[in-house]
T-cell receptor, first 113, second 117 residues
Framework: DTGVSQDPRHKITKRGQNVTFRCDPISEHNRLYWYRQTLGQGPEFLTY????????KSRLLSDRFSAERPKGSFSTLEIQRTEQGDSAMYLC???????????FGPGTRLTVT | AQKITQTQPGMFVQEKEAVTLDCTYDTSDQSYGLFWYKQPSSGEMIFLIYQGSYDEQNATEGRYSLNFQKARKSANLVISASQLGDSAMYFC??????????????FGKGTRLSVIA
């Protein structure tokens, strides 16, 4: 069991570019969450998958954001036409069934210049 | 609406001493879960301890214990025998619907703990 992994760990991009992040949850974890954390704040929920179905999206997830989880395994989070306000740490977490514990990955730190 | 409040932006504690990090919450649900996570400078969120709203005993995990006062809606984290490696950000979080709920975690703003040798 290798834990939740995220790729890349760091991403620097210019404003207006598109970026895509990947999250590999712990195997057999059917629930997957994306959070965003800005400096000095706690993580804020973005979206949630149960298997391949995207069940909930936060109002923080504007039209420029899209997330997928094909086949209920890894997930991708894409941000189109990045803005400086998108600079943040993007955290992925997974959870098994009805277990209470949610395991987080190391995060992807995005810097938009 | 859920809300988590952590009123201590920063705390200092002497090595080997105990420290309490405060957390209050607000929810209209009867079934909910409370969590504490540790975030070192590396950025990864590390799960520490969980308390369910129906649990009668306070949760304990090694040097961590959760002081759960339901009537006051508080869920303070107590770290005993602090170590230098405990220096980190600590986040309190809540999920409505209990342990099996589908709702995501809602986090407070965190408390930065610094352990002094």
């Amino acid at each position: 069991d290798t834990g939740v992994s995220q790729d890349p760990r760091h991403k620097i991009t210019k404003r207006g570019q598109n970026v895509t992040f990947r999250c590999d949850p712990i195997s057999e974890h059917n629930r997957l969450y994306w959070y965003r954390q800005t400096l000095g704040q706690g993580p804020e929920f973005l979206t949630y998958f149960q298997n391949e179905a995207q069940l909930e999206k936060s109002r923080l997830l504007s039209d420029r954001f899209s997330a997928e989880r094909p086949k209920g395994s890894f997930s991708t989070l894409e941000i189109q036409r990045t803005e400086q306000g998108d600079s943040a740490m993007y955290l992925c977490a997974s959870r098994r069934g009805t277990a209470y514990e949610q395991y987080f990955g190391p995060g992807t730190r995005l810097t938009v210049t | 609406a859920q809300k988590i409040t952590q009123t201590q932006p920063g705390m200092f504690v002497q090595e080997k001493e105990a420290v309490t990090l405060d957390c209050t919450y607000d929810t209209s649900d009867q079934s909910y879960g409370l969590f504490w996570y540790k975030q070192p400078s590396s950025g990864e969120m590390i799960f520490l301890i969980y308390q369910g709203s129906y649990d009668e005993q306070n949760a304990t995990e090694g040097r961590y214990s959760l002081n759960f006062q339901k009537a006051r809606k508080s869920a303070n984290l107590v770290i005993s025998a602090s170590q230098l490696g405990d220096s980190a950000m600590y986040f309190c979080a809540m999920r409505e619907g209990g342990s099996s709920g589908n709702t995501p975690l809602v986090f407070g703003k965190g408390t930065r703990l610094s352990v002094i040798a």
